[in-house]
């Protein structure tokens, strides 16, 4: 939108009057509660508001349905000034607006999808001091228009907060959803030096966090990294056989077949995405597709279906899934192999972003490895037709991480989190490796003669992958190994007693357990790491759990509750009211056209069934419930309870 037309206003328009010296304790429980209707913060929120409250710069590393857009929102709150918040997609800034309308917090935002009499009109709204929040596009925000225009008049007439970059793994080239756009803003602190910025992120390696400060110039900024355990997912890995789709089904369906658990299934393919979709609605599932091959219209209709609760299930490949909100899907299906473990970890993550348990299924085929290898092959220069070898390397090297991911016995937290350089160490009681644990054997001598191997050849200035190390140890007389001289090594042959998957499962516990290292420049070659010398010297032992020597068909249900069981809780009057408080808040949504989440969250019902609050003051005590939604809501909802109680007490 040009800003060349900009409305004149008067210097003294009024605006909205907030102080930051609300920064005492109970200060911000209060401001949490009246605006969030919440009575604590989660962990770790409180410290990431407070360094924003002060004006320092910040790079925050927040899980996904950790609470990091509440630790810059509430800040815009209490911040003189207007914050603006850079989102990188349309429906996740409208999605954000409507959740903070709904609270009673001035927010809003320009984008494309407005027009130009409407974006006009909020800009003028803006700048006279009407809203808190703005949510704007990279690609607006860092036109001349903005830079040189609306900004430095905004700053004049209401002054800016700050600027929050949200999702801000895509500054960088190392992240998982790169857009050059996002490289620009740089430029914000060489124009606006006195104004902070703060940085949030789902998900962001070392590598990742370092080139995130660096590109957004961040003077001395505040690190906060959260644990990247999602302790109310439960993580499961199933053989991929002619069962699968009945598995999907009864899953869709629910325990109870009442089918209103809301899910996602990922697909690689958009032909498989479509057949799969159209086989769950013949079966009776409210399912619907999604992916870059359907027209805009279908995409967004098919999508505020879902969030509406109108549909089910969205079946869909990974185009789906950062620009929505929606908290309460109940499961994730991989019907396909995932590209990379930050991928999966931000797809699996879709679901349970209330806290509520939920579950993450990934089915794995052989045919899923043809697929995956073909897909690599693609990466192809469009200039010349050459292969792009070196992002090839790297795909192939990223798709065998999830390859281990997949095949191992080890727990699946511990391997999720040390992607991301965070020590767990299980059992976690929330995977199937876990709960239905495959027997453990002692492998320290195969680990000794393993890791031996590395280092004579370490000694030689030569470093290899994992498959070469394995012919030396099982005696291969291929030729490239006998041109180097490797058949004199003394570590040569004396691994025949392994077959080569058994080698392979003994290099993933390694690697999972930190005791090897393998590079990440797409030439996957092995090394030695401290903790490598305590084993070598006997000072550790090597339990791995072995796979099983054939399928085991049955597994114990775990600590994690299956899906439903969220909803299914408490006394059968507990369940029977939730039940009703459900249907009246999708028709008090669709009266407003909202999505029922953003009415009240199912935590939120499932106090008021186990409350039964009959009136506004003790309405006001359940989680979520600010003066905002207290207004608007009590009436209805301590009607229907109190309705609910005369039928049953």
Excluded at 21 to 38: V, Y
Excluded at 329 to 345: A, S
Aim: glycine share 8%.
């Amino acid at each position: 939108m040009p800003h060349t037309d900009l409305p004149e206003l008067p210097e003294s328009s009024p605006s909205l009057q907030h102080s930051a010296d609300r920064a005492d304790s109970s200060g911000l429980q209060q401001a949490l509660k009246l605006h969030f209707g919440f009575d604590a913060f989660r962990p770790g929120q409180e410290a990431v508001v407070r360094d924003a409250l002060a004006g320092r710069d910040l790079l925050a590393i927040m899980p996904t349905g950790g609470g990091k857009s509440l630790c810059f929102q509430l800040p815009a709150l209490l911040r003189p000034g207007v914050m603006i918040v850079v989102s990188p997609l349309i429906a996740l800034m409208q999605d954000q607006v409507r959740l903070l309308t709904d609270n009673g917090i001035a927010a809003t935002y320009l984008n494309s999808s407005l027009d130009g009499r409407t974006a006009f009109e909020r800009t003028s709204a803006v700048l006279r001091g009407e809203f808190k929040l703005l949510y704007l596009a990279p690609e607006r925000l860092m036109t001349a228009d903005y830079l040189d225009g609306f900004l430095p008049q905004l700053i004049a007439r209401q002054g800016i907060s700050a600027f929050t970059v949200d999702e801000a793994h895509c500054v960088s080239e190392w992240g998982h959803d790169f857009r050059p756009e996002y490289r620009q803003m740089g430029q914000l602190r060489l124009r606006f030096p006195e104004i902070p910025v703060f940085a949030f992120t789902a998900t962001a390696t070392g590598r990742v966090r370092d080139d995130i400060a660096a590109q957004l110039r961040l003077h001395e900024p505040a690190l906060h990294v959260a644990s990247f355990n999602r302790p109310n997912l439960f993580y499961a890995v199933k053989p991929k056989s002619s069962k699968t789709y009945g598995e999907l089904l009864d899953l869709a369906r629910g325990g109870n077949g009442d089918g209103q658990d809301a899910g996602i299934v990922y697909c690689l393919s958009r032909r498989r995405v479509d057949e799969l979709a159209a086989k769950l609605a013949e079966d009776g599932v409210r399912a619907l597709p999604y992916h870059a091959g359907l027209d805009a219209e279908t995409r967004r209709n098919n999508q505020d279906a879902f969030i509406r609760d109108d549909a089910q299930v969205i079946v869909a490949t990974i185009a789906f899934g950062m620009g929505i909100n929606k908290p309460d899907v109940r499961w994730v299906v991989h019907y396909e192999l995932p590209k990379t473990m930050e991928g999966y970890y931000q797809e699996a993550g879709r679901a349970g972003r209330d806290g509520e348990p939920a579950r993450c299924t990934l089915y794995f085929g052989v045919g899923d490895i043809r697929t995956a290898e073909f897909l690599i092959a693609q990466k192809i220069d469009p200039a010349t037709g050459d292969a792009l070898e070196q992002e090839q390397r790297i795909a192939r090297q990223q798709l065998r991480k999830v390859l281990d991911y997949a095949e191992s016995s080890a727990c699946r937290r511990e391997i999720q989190l040390g992607y991301f350089g965070e020590a767990f160490f299980g059992p976690c009681g929330a995977c199937d490796n876990c709960t239905d644990p495959k027997p453990v054997e002692d492998w320290t001598l195969e680990a000794q003669q393993f890791l031996s191997c590395v280092a004579r050849l370490a000694q030689r200035g030569q470093r290899f992958g994992a498959a070469y190390l394995i012919e030396i140890l099982r005696g291969a007389e291929s030729q490239k190994l006998i041109d180097r001289g490797h058949q004199q090594l003394s570590v040569y042959g004396i691994g025949k007693a392994r077959t080569q998957d058994e080698w392979r499962v003994l290099v993933r516990a390694l690697l999972h357990q930190g005791l090897l290292e393998e590079t990440n420049d797409g030439y996957p070659v092995l090394r030695l790491t401290e903790s490598s010398r305590a084993l070598l010297k006997a000072e550790r032992r090597l339990l791995i759990a072995v796979p099983p020597k054939r399928e085991r068909v049955n597994g114990r249900g775990g600590r994690a509750r299956k899906p439903g069981a969220a909803a299914s809780e408490g006394t059968p009057l507990e369940v029977e009211l939730f039940e009703r408080l459900r249907a009246l808040r999708k028709q008090l949504a669709d009266e407003q056209k909202l999505p029922p989440y953003v009415v009240f969250a199912d935590a939120a019902l499932r106090a008021m069934a186990a409350r039964r609050p009959t009136n506004r003051a003790e309405f006001a005590e359940i989680p979520g419930v600010g003066s905002h939604k207290l207004e608007r809501y009590s009436a209805a909802f301590t009607q229907e309870i109190r309705a609910f109680r005369a039928q049953h007490e």
